[in-house]
Each structure stands twice: as structure tokens, then as C-alpha cells.
């Protein structure tokens, strides 16, 4: 998606809607299996070998729900005002992995304007509010991979880190029932620098160690779709699996991670970066 830039542009309306992710009693011990290369079963608990993920962090926009084209429109509306405008290729090309408030400064700039704080701020604020009154009835979290989290949530921590701000992802989150077993979010204006900074991701590593010190950037699976998110994720240390659209999410988790369950190892990682 393009980037929030922290808490600027504000929440549009009335207040803010926090999104509260549970971080309650873990629901089993993840520890890792001494010199064992595959998951140990004992109860409910899986215990992962060295090699093996001992958490997941997912990417929200492009990889978990297909928010992009709702991104676009959302732009192409709040910047027409000014004259500005793009087509969707371009969108793509430029736009994707960027803040909003940097999305906000290249149209105001090709249409002709000096890009103040004021227009940014404004242009800003209405694609908030344009897309905070869509979201929840226009975009929603594939099924399969809705199914898999709750599958997977019980044996090891699942994250979302994501550029969006906050309030951008209680809608859908809710729609699927998934907020409590989200175990550790990070959004935009969680951080300072965003995506490719490190920074994002080592937050969510800083948060998953405090569920569980065990826990090493380098078992640290995460999904992402965009260059700078590949960037983010790899620059703090942990692997990474390139995901091509949402709705192939789930497929390739289970690619990954699905073997151990069943007593293998690691997938074969082809689309690790």
C-alpha cells in the first residue's frame, strides 16, 4: 500500500478506533526442541526445531487482503481537487511501499503545486476519510487464509506489520474474528521509519520476544508482497517469503509451514529473498 506517515493527517471523523490486538496468556510454550531439525508434539504444543519458524509475521496490504486497487481509488479521489491524477500501472510502479504523506508531495508536485504541509496534511486526511468508509464493506481477508490463522494461531505467535495506520485495520480484522489472535501488530504510526527501514520488524521482534525470549530474528517467517517490505524485513535479520498476490497467501504458508506440522522440515524456500 502507500505508507502511512505516523499519526499525521489524523483520524478523520469523530475519533480514533483503536484496534486492540490480545496479548493474553500464551496458548502454548514455544521452545525450541534442542538439536532436533523437526517440530516435537507434546499436548498442543509443538516445539520447533532450529531450522524451523518459531513465529510468522504477515505484511496487511498486497499480502494478507488485497487493499491495493482500493488504495488507488481512494487517491485518484482525494487528490482530483488539485488536478492530479495517475493511472493504475503507474500507481504500482511509484506509489506501492511509499507514505502517504510522500504519495501526497509527488501529486501535488506534478499537478503544479508546492507541496506545504498544509495541502499535504489535507490531501492526506481525505483519503483517510474516503478510505476509512469504505474499507470495511470493500475489502475482506481471503477465506483460506482466514481458516489457516485460526489453525495455526494455537502453536506458534502470528503478527501483522504493516505500513497502514491502525485505525485502517480494525474493519477488517473484525469481519474475520482474527483480532484476538493476532498476537503482535505493528503499524504506521507505531514507528518512526517506515518500510524499507528495519524498523517496523524489529519492533515486532522486540514484541515477540516479550512473549517469548526464546524467539530469534532468524525463525522469524515473514510475508510480504513489496519491495520495500522485503527490504524492512530482511534488513532485521529474519527470512522472508515473497508473495505474489493475497489470494495465494495461504497456499504458500501451508508450503512453508505446513510440513513441519506434518513432521517434516523447512519448505524448500524458492521464494525466500
Known sequence: MVAQAGAEGGTPGSGRARFEPRLGRRCVPWRLCQGQGRPR????????????????LLDFDGT?????????????????PWGATTDWEDYQRRF????DREAARIFFREAGYEPTDELVQAACASKHRIYRSRCGE???????????????HSMLPIGVVTSSIEFELGPVLAKTKLSNLI?????????ER???????????????????GSIGSKACL??????????????????VS?????????????????????????GDGQDYW
Not at 495465494?248 to 504458508?253: D, G, H, S, V, Y
Open 222 to 239: 515473514v510475508f510480504e508482497d513489496s519491495d520495500a517490505g522485503v527490504a524492512s524485513a530482511t534488513a532485521a535479520g529474519m527470512r
Open 183 to 191: 498476537r503482535v501488530m505493528v503499524c504506521g504510526d507505531h514507528v
Open 96 to 99: 506501492v511501499g511509499i507514505t
Open 194 to 212: 517506515h518500510k524499507p527501514d528495519p524498523e517496523p520488524y524489529q519492533l515486532a521482534f522486540k514484541r515477540l520476544k516479550e512473549l517469548d
Open 242 to 266: 515473497r508473495v505474489r498476490h493475497p489470494s495465494e497467501l495461504a497456499a504458500q504458508i501451508r508450503r512453508e509451514v505446513g510440513s513441519l506440522l506434518n513432521g517434516g522440515s523447512m
Open 41 to 56: 508434539a507434546t499436548g498442543r504444543a509443538i516445539q520447533w526445531g532450529l531450522t524451523s519458524p518459531q513465529a510468522i
Open 138 to 152: 470493500e475489502l475482506a481477508i481471503p477465506q483460506s487464509s482466514s481458516e489457516l490463522i485460526m489453525e495455526l
Open 64 to 80: 494478507l487482503v488485497d487493499s491495493e486497487p482500493l488504495h488507488y481509488r481512494c487517491w485518484t479521489e482525494a487528490v482530483r
